[in-house]
């Protein structure tokens, strides 16, 4: 921990070489309202490096860290095994301190890793063509509706309940500025998806359809019915995956014709983190790759005949005129991007479908012992590594009393859907290739001892 402290003589004569009175002079700008009067609460004005050290392991102290207990979180963040030589390579000084491949001739490396990247990705999501990554899931989910108004030159984007109401947030948040029109909606606590639904709202003003793929309750839909409606209307068919290892057990979004695939790549090689950084997946079909966002690394020869690789599609602010550009997204995940690729590319296709079968192995079994417990059932006629109980009770206590006896038992819907009665009940289980029998085990007396 570095702590590098300015004395006020150092502040006086940096404040006088830019010729202002205070630093306070330095924010006029941000309204009154919005800034700090006086010190923050409750925290010391300075201190020794010992002491700060001590105070922030005591802070850190009170979570539970998910390696320590029995660990069942999951609703778009998975917690699964990452080989330590993934983070060897990531560590490497020209990749760890790596920016945007201006001069591909001093970038072949970085280059070459988000070709790779690219390459992974599209074939995962059986899709035509990959870019070079985006910030999150959320994040990608949103530019996957942008995008398909550009295409279509409609503003309607339907949603469906089945995709991450954080995803939806962030979608709500950005329409502000836009003007798109969201039909957003919330799911039921059933087996049955909103499919159906979905394919009765779509109409002529309708730019795309989102659903999520397995959706946020764990559900697995066959999405070809819904691509065919969404291309009667000419409209777009957008899937978002927030576990991809799910995609070494189950058919691509791509192979059922969805026209963009967006998703959240955290679960192979990038840890829990506490929320970040992760990465966004982007990936679409060969004739809208001119309206993808973000950038694409291209294959190419030099002047000797020898590959090489360049920036091919850049089409951010960064690179070319604001009103010309279809992202204002001005960087992208790299580190996290050769994270998952370093990853990907230890399994290969025979390793990742081996985790997936281990991983559904594994949730299957839990499902069967979860479902034994007195008041409780499983909603799901189907699920990768995530499936959905139904309480007796609300959830979100259950929840917190099972952390109590420390095991991390799931996601409650209800802190999800904090206004949706109908789903109070429900609880998000997610089960990988990290949990053992006795976590499950663990899980299961622990949830009979709070429902009791």
């Known amino acids: 921990m570095r702590y590098l402290p300015l004395s006020q003589t150092d502040r006086e004569q940096m404040l006088g070489v830019i010729g202002a009175g205070s630093v306070d002079d330095l924010f006029v700008d941000v309204p009154a309202a919005a800034r700090l009067d006086g010190a923050i609460a409750d925290l010391p004005n300075h201190a020794s490096e010992l002491s700060v050290e001590r105070q922030l392991g005591a802070m850190a102290r009170k979570n539970l860290v998910a390696g320590e207990v029995p660990f069942f979180l999951g609703a778009g963040a998975y917690r699964h095994h990452v080989p330590a030589s993934v983070d060897h390579i990531i560590q490497r000084g020209e990749f760890l301190t790596s920016y945007t491949p201006y001069q591909p001739e001093i970038a072949q490396g970085t280059l070459q890793v988000l070709f790779e990247f690219q390459t992974q990705v599209a074939r995962l999501f059986g899709c035509d063509v990959a870019n070079a990554s985006m910030y999150d899931g959320s994040t990608a989910c949103w530019e996957a509706i942008t995008m398909a108004r550009r295409v279509t030159k409609r503003a309607k984007a339907i949603l469906s309940g089945g995709l991450h109401p954080h995803y939806v947030s962030v979608a709500n948040t950005m ?4 003007g798109d029109v969201l039909d957003t909606r919330v799911p039921e606590l059933s087996a049955e998806t909103d499919t159906q639904n979905l394919i009765e709202a779509i109409d002529d003003d309708t730019s795309c359809v989102v659903v999520q793929y397995p959706d946020i309750l764990g559900r697995i839909d066959d999405l070809s019915a819904l691509a065919e409606a969404c291309h009667a209307r000419k409209a777009l068919l957008v899937a978002v995956v927030t576990e991809p290892v799910a995609l070494g057990a189950i058919r691509s979004p791509g192979e059922m014709g969805a026209d963009i695939v967006v998703g959240e790549g955290q679960s192979i090689g990038v840890g829990l983190q506490f929320g970040g950084p992760y990465v966004g997946l982007f990936a679409c079909s060969e004739k809208l790759v001119r309206q993808m966002p973000g950038r694409l690394t291209g294959q190419t020869v030099d002047a000797e005949g020898k590959r090489g690789f360049v920036l091919t599609l850049s089409t951010r602010e960064q690179h ?7 992202s204002n997204i001005c960087t992208s995940s790299v580190l996290c991007a050769l994270a998952w690729t370093a990853h990907m590319t230890l399994l290969g296709e025979k390793g990742l479908r081996q985790l997936a ?13 979860l479902a034994k417990v007195p008041g409780v059932s499983v909603i799901n006629d189907s699920f990768f590594n995530e499936f959905t109980l139904r309480l007796p009770k609300e ?20 802190r999800l859907y904090p206004d949706a009665a109908g789903l109070q009940n429900g609880l998000v289980v997610a089960v990988t290739e990290t949990v053992t029998d006795e976590d ?5 007396v622990a949830l009979e001892e709070v429902l009791a």
């Open 175 to 178: 329409a502000k500025f836009t």
């Open 440 to 444: 499950v085990e663990a899980l299961s």
């Open 320 to 326: 070319i005129r604001r009103e010309k550009a279809t």
């Open 395 to 414: 959830a979100r206590p259950a929840v917190r009393a099972m952390a109590e006896r420390g095991v991390l038992g799931g996601v409650s819907l209800g």
């Open 357 to 369: 079968a281990l991983n559904h192995a594994k949730a299957v079994a839990a499902a069967e012992r």
